[in-house]
Structures are given as structure tokens and as C-alpha cells.
């Protein structure tokens, strides 16, 4: 199976060999081990829980929607209780296609009392893949729903599992950063490349968001930056990917790269993000 790392963020891919943070998960039973969907999910439509060993991500057991194909009406939900408020949460999840058809995708919420807090749409990959959500809630209830988004009744066998919600850590250099930003475009098999770089300044918080303008005409993009190397690339919508870091000191360095397209050829068009940030100040 394929243990990489992919978050959500509309029109990019990214691929990361890191892991989700090992903090207590406040879902319960989001592995699907108690072998049935109704001992801490609740479930609705079309979907239930699959036994087929190829199709885990952990463990013997996992959920499946529309695994025969009559519709894509499946839902799962569970409501828990966040251990404390004065942190953001990360929502991580396991999601592929093991069926028939094409089309398969999933909605994910998270709310709080009537109000979402997060939500997206993702489309599956053929094999797994970890998907994450960062949301922040000013109540200690909040509730986790998955939805069969899929684009047609043939679209079968969308498999969801490891499913955990956990604490954002506290990061130890926040204050204020100034530094550069490279970007490079690049064409696959060939030396052509366009690169720049300007200069940025940037904010960190106690919990490692990094709010910085990322490029001209660009509202703002938010990072966040964990003590563990990890760097969780967000925009407005709470959506990102993984990168890794380098902290040296007071000075952090890190690349995250992705797909921005493809030539007529299919060869694909790579653009790579480099960051490089000095702490001047609290």
C-alpha cells in the first residue's frame, strides 16, 4: 500500500513520506477495529464495514462506500469532545479507490453546533493516500462527517480508514521572520526552468502558523510549522500539504514541490516553493 501523504488544496498534488503527528486522537474507533460502524460512527446509506485485507490502510478493518455499486449515498458522522479549546486540530484521514468505475470522492465536515468549521471535497487515488484538515473551534463538541461524493452510481469501492483528530503542538521560535522565497517552474526532462526570488517577511504564532504573503496579488497564505520538521502548507480554506523543515537556531529553511500542469505530451510541470526565514523579532 502506499503510506504517503497528500492534503487537500484545490488544482495541486504533493506526495510527503511524512507521518501524521503522534499527539492523542480524540476520535474513537477511527480505525473501524470494532469490526462495525455502529459502536461510535453513525452511518447512513451506503456504506459499510469491509474485511478485505488489500483494502487497509491499518489493522483488519475499514469503511467502504458504495462497495456494491447501488449508489452513492453513504455517510458516516461522529461527534467528540476536544480535550481543550486554546489549540488548533488537525482532522487526518486515509482515503482510495478499491472498486469499479471512476469518479470516486469524498466531502468531509467539520462542525460545531449547526456552524462548519472545515469542509472539502477530495477525489480518490487508486491506492491510499493521507489527507488533512487543520480547523479551529470554540466549542469542545465537534462532529466529523464523511460523505460519498461520487459522480455517478458505478463509481464502487471509495475505502476510507485511520481516521484521527489531533491537537496542534505548541512551536517554541514564534515572533517575527524576514527572509526569501524561490520560486521555480520546471518541465520534466528538459533543462528549462524559470526561477525568482523576492524577499518576504513573515509572522509565526505559538502554534507555528506562518501567515506571510505568498507571491503579488496574493491575499495572504498561512504555513504552519511543527517542532517535529513537519510544515503543513495552508491557504485561507484551512487546506494544505506537507513539506519538511530545517531549523537551525532562529532560522528555519524548507521546499515543498508540486504539479502546476502538463504539456501537450503529458510530460508535467513542476513548480518548487523554497523558503528560507531568520527570526528578527518577538
Not at 525568482?196 to 517577511?201: D, G, Y
Request: with cysteine; aromatic share 10%; hydrophobic share 35%.
Amino acid at each position: 500500500m502506499n503510506k504517503y501523504l497528500k492534503m487537500v488544496l484545490p488544482g495541486l498534488c504533493l506526495l510527503c513520506s511524512l507521518s501524521a503527528s503522534n499527539a492523542q486522537n480524540v476520535a474513537n474507533d477511527g480505525g473501524f477495529e470494532a469490526g462495525n460502524l455502529n459502536s461510535y460512527w453513525a452511518p447512513s446509506g451506503n456504506v459499510a464495514i469491509d474485511s478485505n485485507n488489500a483494502q487497509h490502510y491499518d489493522g483488519s478493518y475499514s469503511a467502504i462506500f458504495n462497495s456494491d455499486g447501488g449508489g452513492a449515498t453513504g455517510s458516516l458522522s461522529q461527534t467528540m469532545t476536544l480535550p481543550s479549546t486554546d489549540a488548533p486540530y488537525w482532522l487526518y484521514f486515509h482515503y482510495g479507490a478499491f472498486g469499479s468505475g471512476k469518479g470516486q470522492a469524498l466531502r468531509y465536515v467539520v462542525s460545531s453546533n449547526g456552524t462548519t468549521l472545515a469542509t472539502g471535497v477530495i477525489s480518490a487515488s487508486p491506492s491510499f493516500l493521507l489527507y488533512g484538515q487543520l480547523f479551529h473551534s470554540s466549542s469542545a463538541s465537534v462532529t466529523v462527517s464523511f460523505y460519498d461524493a461520487s459522480s455517478s452510481a458505478s463509481a464502487a469501492g471509495g475505502v476510507l480508514d485511520a481516521v484521527s483528530v489531533v491537537p496542534m503542538p505548541a512551536f517554541n521560535l514564534p515572533g517575527k521572520y524576514s527572509g526569501t522565497e524561490t520560486r521555480t517552474i520546471s518541465f520534466s526532462n528538459t533543462d528549462v526552468t524559470q526561477k525568482e526570488t523576492r524577499r518576504i517577511s513573515a509572522r509565526i504564532s505559538a502554534f507555528g502558523e506562518i501567515l506571510m504573503v505568498e507571491q503579488p496579488g496574493d491575499t495572504y497564505a498561512v504555513h504552519a510549522i511543527f517542532n517535529d520538521g513537519g510544515v503543513r502548507i495552508l491557504v485561507p480554506n484551512g487546506a494544505g500539504y506537507v513539506s519538511t523543515a530545517l531549523i537551525n537556531g532562529s532560522s528555519i529553511s524548507y521546499t515543498y514541490n508540486h504539479t502546476i500542469g502538463a504539456l501537450e505530451n503529458g510530460r508535467p510541470v513542476t513548480l518548487s516553493n523554497s523558503y528560507s526565514l531568520r527570526r528578527v523579532g518577538n
